[in-house]
């Protein structure tokens, strides 16, 4: 069988007999049985729309779902797949008009929908992807009764700003609450009832659902019905969880009300059901006590923390000392006599005052980096570490570029000098943080000497020296199989991938990317594994 019937098959495009008589023959045929597993897994060169599919993360009747990455927008989504029945065309222009509504709703309690489409008779949905567990995940493990009216607080909100939209979820449960680093975010809004009613079928989980819906008639008051299952079920798990009573007397009365059988009994909205739930008398109380505590406490802390920023204040200027040792006024010169030989004297200042602004820029923003998070307390421990290595390799390359400039003509040390990295994306937080594909700090300081040695063969690869960028690639090959940190592995083979790309070496290269695709899209380094399915596609 070929490839594209394979993919035809994967993807159900095929009539129901064409089906079963191909399905005979994989049956059949070891090969083809190997090829479909590899193509239901995600293989590299899969594609919906713009998007590349890096691995499956659910399915159900609603559908698959896809990590996937958006090379256009350099970002991980989720896509989801609708499941192919035979709806008419009719049917699909009808779920992308419904999902192009909620594309137009963006909110913080809401998992965002950014785009959806229709490949070849496969109709697609692009998300938001959302890292971490789901409320009812969330819910199994202990947690304070106030982290609890929390998460459904936020949720509420979530299900508000879609009610004001116009827009029912029909299918709100725990499980469609996305926990993402302690944020609930309601997911999945509407998307069964996408694909339900165009089955002719009724949407919902029937635990969740209104006796209204139950007979197809659905409104907002519905959902606030499920939300009040979902809350008394999230309470009842607690109690099993503690082993004790949770005592939330205060919960129980809103409960009651949001699931009376009679819609006109609930509350007339979702702005009620919150404004109840901001009235927990415990909290109040503990608002009271705490008020005291800090007064008193207050002075004692502030002499405390302001000689710890007079200390730390001092220690957050390292990088000039660093910069000052490397940038050297003989590395400027040579660099100066280098460019001489080609350019004139106003080409020339032109680009030493280039390599200054690079200097000052990477020292001024290694100690803004610093006393954001040692002295001013306004950056997380977790951007400190990120940006500080992204730092650190940047001035990797900088260091081999101007400590090189005798050994190259000035044309190359001019091309590598306008291919120095860019300081200010060291301060992209949000990029690094999705491109450290779920690091712990240990194993980023233990990558961190293999990635310097990658941003130094970059550079060399930039002033032409391919033979020691070569050597300096395969030690850290070597490095990066002896570590236990797995995302650095992918880095480094796609490095070197490409570097048997250029050279002609086709069979070695693509062993080697197809190795990197593979433990990139494991480790989540899906901007990675993207850029390795472009290069894996022409082989």
């Known amino acids: 069988m070929t490839r594209d019937e394979l993919l035809g098959l994967a993807r159900g495009r095929f009539d129901p007999v064409s089906a079963a008589r191909l399905r005979d023959h994989v049956g059949g045929c070891d090969s083809c049985t190997a090829r479909l597993e590899r193509i239901d897994a995600g293989e590299p060169a899969r594609s919906v729309g713009r998007y590349v599919l890096l691995a499956e993360v659910g399915r159900g009747g609603m559908g698959r779902v896809y990590r996937a990455f958006d090379p256009q927008l350099e970002r991980t989504v989720a896509v989801k797949l609708l499941p192919t029945t035979d709806r008419s065309a009719e049917s699909n222009q009808g779920l992308l008009a419904e999902a192009r509504l909620m594309a137009k709703l963006t909110h913080p309690n809401l998992v965002t929908v950014y785009d959806s489409g229709e490949d070849e008779g496969v109709v697609f949905i692009a998300m938001e992807y959302v ?22 607080r936020e949720a509420g909100h979530g299900l508000l700003a879609a009610h004001r939209a116009g827009l029912v979820h029909r299918d709100f449960k725990p499980a469609n609450v996305m926990m993402q680093r302690g944020v609930a975010k309601v997911g999945d809004f509407g998307l069964a009832t996408l694909v339900t009613r165009a089955q002719g079928e009724i949407a919902g989980t029937d635990y969740y659902m209104a006796p209204e819906q139950l007979r197809g008639e659905a409104d907002a008051r519905s959902d606030q019905y499920a939300f009040g299952r979902s809350l008394a079920e999230a ?151 990120l940006k500080t290595l992204c730092l650190d390799r940047q001035f990797a390359h900088f260091a081999t570029v101007v400590g090189r400039p005798g050994d190259v003509e000035a044309s190359t040390l001019l091309a590598a000098i306008a291919e120095l990295p860019r300081v200010a994306d060291c301060d992209d937080g949000e ?97 990675v594994a993207a850029s390795i399915a472009t290069e894996l596609l022409p082989l």
């Open 131 to 152: 890292t971490g567990q789901n409320l009812g995940e969330w819910l199994r493990k202990p947690q304070s009764l106030q982290d609890v009216v929390r998460a459904f």
């Open 235 to 385: 309470l009842e798990v607690q109690r099993k969880v503690h082993r004790r009573k949770v005592e939330a007397g205060w919960l129980e009365k809103i409960i009651e009300r949001t699931t009376a059988k009679d819609p006109q009994a609930r509350f007339p909205s979702m702005v009620q059901v919150l404004q109840a739930l901001e009235h927990d008398p415990a909290a109040r109380r503990r608002r009271l006590l705490s008020r005291s505590a800090v007064v008193l406490s207050l002075g004692l802390a502030v002499v405390a923390v302001l000689a710890a920023r007079w200390q730390t204040r001092a220690s957050c200027s390292g990088g000039d000392e660093r910069m000052a040792a490397t940038w050297t006024t003989a590395a400027r010169q040579a660099t100066e006599a280098q460019l001489a030989t080609a350019l004139q004297p106003d080409a020339v200042r032109a680009q030493l005052e280039a390599m200054d602004a690079w200097a000052a820029s990477w020292r001024q923003l290694k100690e803004r980096v610093c006393l954001a998070t040692r002295v001013r307390g306004e950056q997380s421990d977790e951007l400190f570490s």
């Open 431 to 527: 990029a690094l943080i999705a491109a450290q594909g779920g690091e712990s700090p240990e194993e980023r300081a233990a990558a961190a000497p293999i990635r310097e040695q990658l941003e130094h063969s970059v550079a060399l690869y930039s002033l032409g020296q391919d033979v020691a960028a070569d050597a300096v690639v395969t030690e850290a090959l070597r490095m990066a199989r002896a570590t236990s940190v797995k995302a650095v592995l992918p880095e480094v083979l796609y490095l070197s991938g490409q570097s048997l790309l250029a050279k002609g070496e086709t069979k070695e290269a693509r062993a080697q990317l197809e190795e990197a695709f593979n433990l990139a899209a494991a480790a989540r380094q899906d901007s």
